[in-house]
């Protein structure tokens, strides 16, 4: 059986989406690595903490622990310039640092906590699965147009979001647009598509990106509350066609 072309336009442009994430991510930021540096006092107590003694520490570790000490007692280091040494995450690791006899609290954390276009990356890629589930849904209905058009969408959402991160401009509105898009494509699916197929692809589009991230960030409420939108989005479109189908 022949694979319907509207159908086939959403296929194409959705393995595009998907793949796009692989260039997106080869222009994300350098990481933004924190230092912060307070000398102890005598008699003050911090057995709990990792010891580094400064003598044993890499040059790039001690250059970067040197400067957080005459800038302001904190610096932030970029990219090849972030210590190996050291944890930079979104929580604050701490370490005491032991210079012949005075001993520091380096405290260290991750200072890029909109990473842009590793959200730009995920946006595109879950706008992927929508178009590419869509002309799965319709692979054998000729007469939809709709994927089409959703495929005609995700192209044109793909071009902005790709100039806005190789620019390095807009990024974050970029985003924010191209989620408002997504959500408008969810919708347009449910009213291109018949209704149990439909719903079919916002239970699927629920269900997958949550078993993707639980590994990484659990079963919690962050995740499992976004995996609401897709079948409620989808259902959306079931309605608005049932109706202006009735009036």
Same mark, same amino acid.
């Given at each position: ?43 003050e ?37 972030c ?16 210079e ?43 007469d ?10 995700? %192209? ?64 919690? %409420? ?25 009036s």
């Amino acid at each position: 059986m022949s694979v319907a072309r509207p159908a086939l336009v959403a296929l194409l442009v959705g393995l595009a989406l998907l793949v796009s994430p692989a260039v997106l991510l080869q222009f994300q930021e350098p990481a933004e690595c924190a230092n912060d540096v307070d000398r102890l006092e005598d008699g003050e107590e911090r057995g709990d903490l990792p010891v580094r003694q400064y003598d044993d520490l890499s040059p790039t570790a001690k250059r970067a622990f040197d400067r957080a000490r005459t800038v302001d007692r904190s610096v932030t280091v970029t990219g090849e310039r972030c210590p190996a040494a050291f944890e930079y995450g979104v929580d604050q690791s701490r370490y005491v640092v032991v210079e012949d006899d005075t001993r520091y609290l380096l405290t260290t954390y991750d200072n890029d906590l909109l990473p842009e276009t590793q959200l730009a990356a995920v946006v595109v890629a879950f706008l992927g699965l929508v178009v590419l589930g869509t002309g799965v849904a319709a692979y054998d209905d000729h007469d939809a147009r709709g994927p089409a058009w959703l495929g005609a969408v995700g %192209a044109a959402t793909l071009v902005v979001v790709t100039a806005a991160v190789v620019l390095r401009e807009r990024r974050l509105a970029v985003v924010g647009g191209a989620l408002a898009v997504t959500a408008a494509t969810l919708v347009g699916a449910g009213a291109a598509l018949r209704p149990r197929r439909a719903l079919l692809l916002g239970g699927g589009l629920a269900v997958l990106p949550a078993v993707v991230a639980a590994p990484f960030v659990g079963a919690s %409420a962050a995740v499992l509350a976004p995996a609401v939108l897709p079948p409620l989005l989808v259902g959306a479109g079931v309605a608005g066609r049932r109706l202006v189908a009735r009036s």
